[in-house]
């Protein structure tokens, strides 16, 4: 197939980059258009008040690979309508694999790399999002470290990756075009390749709370918090999957909002 990725991580993200040798490795047509800058949590923000610079990079992945200064959105946009060949036309939108989980109502609808796919489905393509899950603590040792992953966290991404290589045809042949669905798969910490892919729907999360008090200069800074999940026993929910060592995933149908 033909893809377009991107995510909110950034053009030097080695999850991006895992996602890429694997779907090369199965012989896919892929084109990158990343954020130059990660823009995580933007969700699907647009750079309405400034203009936007995009330029083509070598990054060593193999595929034409741009740089965007600029969200995930605007990444998507300017890659389907002015970067990519008219023909042939992507077959599908894919982004991340992101660092760290999105799930849980709380955190998709804040999602860059969400709101990455969701602007492929605005184009009328099928769009996929990926992430993996990371423990806070793991977050903190990865960003220390220069984003550059151990030993035993790039193996788990290198399987996610592979998992991802394989549902994201798969998910792509499976849904219309104009749709406006966008597939949310979410990959456990300490991924294999047998663990099994669980239909999910996002939990019911609150996050309060997410802002210091204010500092004597006046500022607030956000504190990461998982939320507190209100979510009933049943159906099955993303983070219920995860937390049983499960792959997510979950079909984020844009035309029920408001059907009751």
């Known amino acids: 197939m033909n893809f377009l990725l ?42 309405r008040t400034r203009p936007v610079h995009a330029a083509q990079v070598d990054c060593g992945l193999g595929c034409p690979t741009w740089t965007v200064d600029g969200t995930p959105s605007d990444c998507v946009n300017i890659a389907l309508d002015h970067l990519l060949p008219a023909s042939p036309a992507p077959d599908a939108v894919l982004s991340g694999i992101n660092v760290g989980l999105n799930v849980s109502l709380g955190f998709i609808i804040a999602s860059g790399t969400v709101a990455g796919a969701w602007e492929g489905a605005l184009h009328g393509l099928p ?12 977050y903190d040792k990865l960003h220390a470290n220069g984003c550059v992953p151990d030993a035993v966290l790039h ?16 998910l792509a042949a499976a849904t219309a075009k104009c749709s406006f669905v966008v597939h949310n ?34 500022t607030h800074r ?10 009933p026993a049943e159906p099955l929910t993303d983070r219920a999957a995860l937390a049983a060592g499960w792959i997510s995933h979950s079909v984020l149908d844009y035309t029920r909002i408001g059907i009751s």
């Open 185 to 218: 798969v979410n990959f456990p910490l300490g991924c294999r390749t047998d663990t099994e892919v669980h239909h999910t729907i996002p939990a019911r999360v609150v996050v309060p709370r997410l802002f210091s008090p204010a500092a004597d200069d006046g």
């Open 155 to 170: 193996e788990t991404l290198r399987v996610s990756a592979r998992h991802a290589a394989r549902m994201a045809p798969q």
């Open 127 to 138: 769009a996929i999002a990926f992430s993996l899950e990371l423990t806070t603590q793991l």
């Open 222 to 231: 956000l504190v990461f918090r998982h939320g507190e999940d209100l979510s």
């Open 6 to 47: 991107t995510n909110d991580d950034g053009i030097d993200s080695v999850f991006l980059h895992e996602l890429v040798h694997a779907l090369r490795a199965d012989g896919h047509r892929l084109a990158v258009v990343a954020p130059k800058r990660e823009q995580s949590w933007v969700g699907a923000a647009k750079s």
